[in-house]
């Protein structure tokens, strides 16, 4: 792998980025990347002719539109197509520029919203998709499929993981269009340096949710694209080729909100808005499968909140106070 030529799409976003560090630190000198501005990844000529002038012996699928509840509320056409595109174009120019692997990256809201926990990667397509997030949960559902119909039709090597809720550095921490960790640690820091002094949270906090550090994710993304097709064949099914990618290990909102607390050192008191919804009751993915392929997490969820307070801290001096 270490002199393989590797495209890495979407190396500015926090999986992405974090995968290039993970890459960089493992002594690859050759990737390639390119900006928003520099490659339109919808537009189907131009990643044709990227892909066609590059030819890259391994592609990295990291790229996609992401948001949380609102965002995905508000924009969800642009959730779809965008998404939908750049899966689309990436897999196909990849394949017709001959090269032979490539490794996708999903999200757990591909799985039934009533799906039984924790989430087996044999729970895709049994069931209707939770409504909010259906749009993107549709796009990384054909990206799956993308990769399975390549691999059947001309014997690629297209593999597919599906990680948990990621937190981490390069995170976004917009209050509104953030996900729940980077939006309490948002709340939490500027009820601190406001002296607010309570913070109001959504819902009752007995929802639970399980949560893996980005590092852990990038780390399990070159382990699986690592290893040996196979090993890979003999944990998948051609049909059912993806492989959740998380802790194994849940906790409330409560304890992660108190845990952030902590973490920012907020000394006021927190206040549950019950008539705010608490979204799904529980989403755990069931890991087996890549732990029987040689793959754990490292990093603990208080260690890993730890760090990304740290560096949201030194990367958001615009919310510190003066």
Same mark, same amino acid.
């Given at each position: &792998?270490?002199?393989?030529?590797?495209? *890495?799409?979407?190396?500015? %976003?926090? =999986?992405?980025?974090?995968?290039?560090?993970? *890459?960089?630190?493992?002594?690859?000198?050759?990737?390639?990347?390119?900006?928003?501005?520099?490659?339109?990844?919808?537009?189907?000529?131009?990643?044709?002719?990227?892909?066609?002038?590059?030819?890259?012996?391994?592609?990295?699928?990291?790229?996609? @539109? /992401?948001?949380?509840?609102?965002?995905?509320?508000?924009?969800?056409?642009?959730?779809?197509?965008?998404?939908?595109?750049?899966?689309?174009? #990436?897999?196909?120019?990849?394949?017709?520029?001959?090269?032979?692997?490539?490794?996708?990256?999903?999200?757990?809201?591909?799985?039934?919203?009533?799906?039984?926990?924790?989430?087996?990667?044999?729970?895709?397509?049994?069931?209707?998709?939770? $409504?909010?997030?259906?749009?993107?949960? #549709?796009?990384? !559902?054909?990206?799956?499929?993308?990769?399975? $119909?390549?691999?059947?039709?001309?014997?690629?090597?297209?593999?597919?993981?599906?990680?948990?809720?990621?937190?981490?550095?390069?995170?976004?921490?917009? *209050?509104?269009? $953030?996900? =729940? !960790?980077?939006? &309490?640690?948002?709340?939490?820091?500027?009820?601190?340096?406001?002296?607010?002094?309570? +913070?109001?949270?959504?819902?009752?906090?007995?929802? &639970?949710?399980?949560? *893996?550090?980005?590092?852990?994710?990038?780390?399990?993304?070159?382990? +699986?694209?690592?290893?040996?097709?196979?090993?890979?064949?003999?944990?998948?099914?051609? &049909?059912?080729?993806?492989?959740?990618?998380?802790?194994?290990?849940? /906790?409330?909102?409560?304890?992660?909100?108190?845990? !952030?607390?902590? =973490? /920012? %050192?907020?000394?006021?008191? !927190? =206040?549950?808005?019950?008539? @705010?919804?608490?979204?799904?009751?529980?989403?755990?993915?069931?890991?087996?499968?890549?732990?029987?392929?040689?793959?754990?997490?490292? #990093?603990?969820?208080?260690?890993?909140? @730890?760090?990304?307070?740290?560096?949201?801290?030194?990367?958001?001096?615009?919310?510190?106070?003066?």
């Amino acid at each position: &792998m270490a002199d393989k030529k590797i495209y *890495l799409a979407g190396h500015r %976003g926090m =999986v992405g980025a974090a995968v290039l560090r993970q *890459l960089q630190a493992a002594g690859h000198d050759n990737i390639v990347v390119r900006t928003h501005d520099e490659l339109d990844l919808t537009d189907q000529s131009a990643v044709r002719e990227f892909m066609q002038t590059q030819k890259p012996d391994q592609v990295i699928l990291a790229a996609a @539109k /992401v948001g949380g509840i609102h965002a995905n509320n508000q924009y969800p056409a642009e959730f779809i197509y965008q998404n939908l595109m750049m899966e689309a174009n #990436i897999i196909h120019q990849a394949w017709a520029a001959g090269c032979r692997e490539l490794l996708f990256l999903g999200s757990s809201c591909i799985y039934p919203k009533f799906a039984e926990q924790p989430m087996r990667e044999s729970a895709l397509l049994t069931g209707i998709l939770e $409504s909010t997030n259906e749009p993107y949960a #549709i796009a990384k !559902i054909a990206g799956i499929k993308l990769c399975e $119909s390549y691999n059947r039709q001309y014997d690629t090597d297209y593999r597919s993981v599906m990680p948990t809720n990621l937190y981490g550095e390069n995170d976004n921490f917009h *209050l509104e269009n $953030s996900h =729940v !960790i980077p939006a &309490m640690i948002r709340k939490f820091h500027d009820a601190k340096m406001s002296g607010a002094p309570t +913070v109001t949270l959504w819902g009752t906090g007995k929802a &639970m949710r399980e949560f *893996l550090h980005v590092d852990d994710m990038a780390a399990a993304c070159l382990h +699986v694209l690592g290893l040996p097709k196979p090993a890979y064949q003999a944990a998948t099914e051609p &049909m059912l080729s993806h492989l959740n990618v998380g802790t194994g290990e849940d /906790v409330t909102i409560r304890q992660l909100a108190e845990t !952030i607390q902590a =973490v /920012v %050192g907020f000394e006021g008191d !927190i =206040v549950w808005d019950s008539t @705010k919804p608490d979204g799904t009751p529980r989403k755990l993915m069931d890991n087996a499968k890549l732990r029987s392929l040689g793959w754990q997490p490292t #990093i603990g969820l208080e260690q890993g909140l @730890k760090t990304t307070y740290q560096w949201f801290v030194r990367h958001h001096g615009d919310f510190k106070s003066h």
